[in-house]
């Protein structure tokens, strides 16, 4: 499908997050969003097709390919100005306000799920 293809698919593949939330209806075509399951052990892999809406909290490190028919059309909508930029996993975004809010948020559901009040 060529080079500048290519790229764009391992970008998308790259685990990542956004400082906004990703809003991602798709238009045509099919693929994968994969997000990391509490406690970041596991991925959790998520099937989008055509008339399909997937919201991902800012923070969440996810990651994105097509199916084998390596043909995906999806809009992404913002609640605001829109920031496209995908910082990648690391040192330095572990440390980033909104992966600390998405992580303290997801600990909470934990501990009330399980009854723990802290």
Known sequence: MGAVYEDKIRMFFAEHMHEDEEIRYVLDGAGYFDVREVG?????????????????????????????????KAMRLFKEAPR?????????????????????????????ERGVVV
Do not use: C, Q, S
């Open 40 to 72: 970041d052990a596991r991925w959790v892999r998520v099937r989008l097709e055509k008339g399909d809406l997937l919201v991902l909290p800012a923070g969440i490190y996810h990651r994105f390919t097509t199916d084998e028919g390596d043909y995906v």
């Open 84 to 112: 496209w930029t995908p910082l990648e996993r690391g040192v330095e975004t572990e440390g980033n306000v909104y992966r600390r809010g998405y992580v303290e948020r997801r600990e909470r559901m934990v501990r009330e």
